[in-house]
């Protein structure tokens, strides 16, 4: 079985609210499940980006849904290819609330205080997620 990384990009739109985010992942970790497909997601309150792994077929069916949600405008696909391996196994939808320490990681990866997924290429985007989940592993075992 193929499996292929889907990484994209989104702005939110007026239709978002606050506890979006939370129906968001909950919806995501429940649907990625059924479908045994793993991912990331980060949300800076103005731009998702966000990484899905798993079967071609399952991975673009979950992508035609998140760009017809209106709460989302301008997706854009940053990065799909095929992979060996899910770098997030066994995440059905990882997460990172917007922290200090996430906009360190924003900043570390771009060199820009005003966070831009959009201006970000595969490679790039996919090493911030990298580190996002190391960050969320570090917090987890702290706990």
């Known amino acids: ?68 949600d209106d709460r989302h405008k301008n997706p854009e696909i940053i990065d799909y290819q095929t992979i060996s391996a899910r770098e997030f196994a066994g995440w059905n939808m990882g997460y990172l609330q917007n922290t200090d320490s996430l906009r360190e990681l924003f900043y570390q990866h771009t060199k820009s205080v005003n966070f831009d997924p959009y201006n970000m290429n595969g490679e790039n985007a996919l090493s911030l997620l990298l580190d996002i989940r190391d960050e969320i592993k570090k917090a987890e075992a702290v706990s």
């Not at 007026?14 to 506890?19: A, G, H, K, P």
């Not at 949300?43 to 069916?61: A, H, I, P, S, W």
Request: proline residues 0%.
């Open 1 to 68: 079985m193929d499996l292929v990384r889907l990484i994209y990009t989104s702005t939110i739109t007026e239709q978002f609210e606050v506890d979006d985010i939370a129906r968001i992942l909950k919806v995501a970790r429940v649907n990625n499940k059924a479908l045994n497909v793993t991912g990331l997601l980060s949300f800076n309150r103005r731009f998702f980006l966000q990484c899905l792994e798993g079967t071609r077929k399952d991975v673009n069916e979950i992508y035609h849904k998140i760009v017809t």
